[in-house]
């Protein structure tokens, strides 16, 4: 079974990021999707979403999360040497690994 801190984090985490994205979306003068599929990628799947709006993002995540600096893109990562637009679930992943906070 998942450590109970390991949970609590992941849906911080998760409550974060969607928080994060709804509110980049709201000051672009765009809506937020329905997050009922965490495979949405969001620079793929929602219109919009471009790289000013990974960088606030960002920028609202480290705030939000107390974390210092999410210095690498969260939103992409690299397979095969090519580069691959994350999934929510990896991002989330991916800041709880930043966080030191993965099962």
Do not use: H, W
Not at 55 to 83: Q, Y
Request: glycine share 4%.
């Amino acid at each position: 079974m998942a450590d109970k801190t390991v949970l609590d984090s992941k849906q911080r985490v998760i409550d974060a990021l969607k928080r994060a994205i709804a509110e980049t979306l709201r000051r672009s003068g765009r809506n937020m999707p329905d997050f009922d599929n965490y495979r949405l990628r969001p620079i793929l799947d929602i219109e919009g979403f471009d790289s000013q709006c990974g960088i606030e993002v960002t920028v609202d995540l480290e705030t939000i999360l107390g974390i210092a600096d999410l210095t690498n893109n969260i939103f992409i990562k690299v397979v095969n040497k090519r580069a691959r637009a994350r999934s929510f679930d990896e991002i989330v992943e991916a800041i709880l690994r930043c966080m030191g906070a993965t099962q």
